[in-house]
């Protein structure tokens, strides 16, 4: 009987096996924005990746857009939570030359886990360009803040 009862739990694990793996398949956008839905409070941070031949200082403008990312993401409920699991990554890499600033954002939602690797749950990018005296924190943090706002409240009611 043993015998049989283990053969039984044996063959369930083995037929459960290959749906836990289709369920873990996903990992980048389109549907994994229902990841965000009941998710309101992440830890973020402002990467800047490359900083090409522009005027501005990068750790002023980096906490700059950070402060600002924060206030634009805090108008629609969404907060910020220091060492929350869930956690927004706004990365930029920007190139100046002469009067004009050509930069991409990209917006990207990690799940940290404490032991493991961690997991890129959704991404989205944009590449923009503006004149020089136009390129500021504001601007890159509406880039980023919009692309997660637009996604989030597909997900969640507001």
């Excluded at 090409?52 to 403008?61: K, L, R």
């Excluded at 108008?75 to 004009?100: K, P």
Aim: charged letters at 25%; glycine letters at 4%; proline letters at 2%.
């Amino acid at each position: 009987m043993n015998r049989s009862l283990i053969t039984s739990a044996l063959a369930a694990c083995l037929f459960a096996l290959p749906a836990l793996q289709q369920a873990n398949a996903q990992l980048f956008p389109r549907g994994n924005g229902l990841a965000l839905a009941d998710v309101d409070r992440f830890d973020m941070y402002v990467q800047i990746l490359d900083w090409v031949d522009i005027e501005q200082d990068e750790t002023t403008f980096r906490l700059s857009t950070l402060k600002e990312f924060e206030e634009q993401l805090a108008e629609v409920g969404i907060r910020r939570q220091a060492a929350s699991r869930d956690y927004l990554v706004c990365a930029l890499q920007a190139r100046q030359q002469d009067n004009e600033v050509t930069y991409s954002t990209s917006l990207e939602y990690w799940q940290l886990e404490s032991t493991g690797p961690h997991r890129l749950i959704w991404q989205q990018s944009r590449l923009a360009g503006s004149t020089a005296r136009r390129f500021d924190a504001e601007r890159v943090a509406a880039d980023c803040a919009g692309v997660l706002i637009a996604e989030w409240q597909r997900w969640n009611n507001t």
